[in-house]
């Protein structure tokens, strides 16, 4: 059975992978990652500087997914270069993605800067859609700002990079952000990051669940699969054919990865069901995966990617 699956020039092992902010943010953890079976893996996040991030709680599991407003806690962008640069060093061949998500367009710059001057050879995923810090909007949702952003990029940054969206919600959307996409040579997009801004609530102490922006958090899990597929189909069938879309959003079974596979993601990310199960979920999921290719007939994934049928 043909697990492989590419983005750019790069070949993974399997399309599985830990979603940015979930199990990454730390060196014990990441040499979790590295040692399981998933196919690659993204680290937290990083500012310019260490962040402590939120007042907790801030990240809860709720019946179908979690709420989470995290603030963004890193240990700081040089760590997570340095971790980096040694793996792939110690791993010839394997590269990883290193997430960044600058407070400020000129935080960006300069972390892309440090990446363009150094020896990374993996690929870098901007994140434009945290949803968590206070008074800091997501820059996925300004079209203008994300299309400065990306032009003020690509005037120097010469190595691979992708960007990690907020879910749109409305066709116009899909189809302005992806004619801006579209003007860059982008290895990527990833759909999905958390549906921000959700309330969950405890009605018997009514009261919220978490502490930070009076309860509101981006929501994972079982509750945004439908809207992180569409995300998915919707970009793949939009973007120029050189740009990648990674899944990301409410796997929990290998089902689940079929389906971000069947609209089109090369790789496929698990948050909030790694953040409850723990690093033994890519066994699981590679294992339900290729239980459901077998049953199909289907020996690779190219046989199906992307092949989503209308009726
Ligand atoms: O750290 C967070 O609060 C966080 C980030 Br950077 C993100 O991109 N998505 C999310 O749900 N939480």
Redesign the pocket.
């Known amino acids: 059975m043909n697990l492989t699956s590419r983005i750019a020039n790069y070949e993974f092992e399997n399309p599985l992978m830990n979603a940015?902010?979930v199990w990454c943010d730390n060196a014990e953890k990441l040499d979790e990652m590295v040692q399981s079976p998933a196919g690659s893996f993204v680290t937290?996040?990083a500012t310019p500087d260490f962040r402590e991030?939120?007042p907790s709680p801030?990240y809860v599991e709720v019946p179908l997914g979690s709420i989470?407003?995290?603030?963004?806690?890193?240990l700081g962008f040089d760590f997570y270069l340095d971790y980096s640069i040694t793996f792939q060093n110690e791993n010839p061949g394997q590269i990883n993605f290193l997430s960044i998500?600058g407070m400020a367009p000129e935080e960006n710059i300069l972390m892309l800067k440090k990446i363009n001057d150094s020896e990374f050879k993996g690929i870098t995923e901007l994140?434009l859609?945290?949803?968590?810090?206070p008074g800091k909007p997501q820059i996925g949702y300004d079209f203008e700002a994300t299309e400065t952003i990306l032009t003020r990029a690509f005037e120097f940054f010469k190595k691979p990079i992708g960007v990690?969206l907020p879910p749109y919600f409305d066709i116009a959307h899909f189809d302005e952000m992806a004619k801006i996409l579209n003007k860059f040579p982008l290895q990527y997009v990833n759909c999905i990051?958390?549906i921000?801004n959700g309330l969950y609530i405890d009605a018997d102490k009514e009261e919220v669940v978490i502490k930070p922006k009076d309860g509101f958090?981006?929501i994972?899990g079982a509750y945004v699969k439908p809207t992180a597929l569409a995300n998915v189909r919707a970009f793949y069938t939009r973007l120029n054919k050189g740009i990648a879309v990674i899944g990301c959003g409410g796997v929990e079974n290998g089902r689940d990865v079929f389906e971000h596979l069947l609209c089109g993601a090369q790789m496929v990310q698990v948050g909030s069901q790694l953040a409850k199960e723990g690093i033994t979920i890519f066994d699981r999921l590679l294992q339900e995966l290729k239980a459901i290719m077998e049953e199909k007939g289907y020996s690779s994934i190219e046989d199906f990617r992307g092949k989503l049928k209308s009726i």
Do not use: D
Not at 129 to 133: A, D, E, G, L
């Open positions: 940015s902010g937290k996040s991030g939120n801030r989470n407003s995290m603030g963004l806690p890193n998500a994140n859609s945290c949803p968590n810090v990690k990051n958390s921000g958090g981006g994972g």
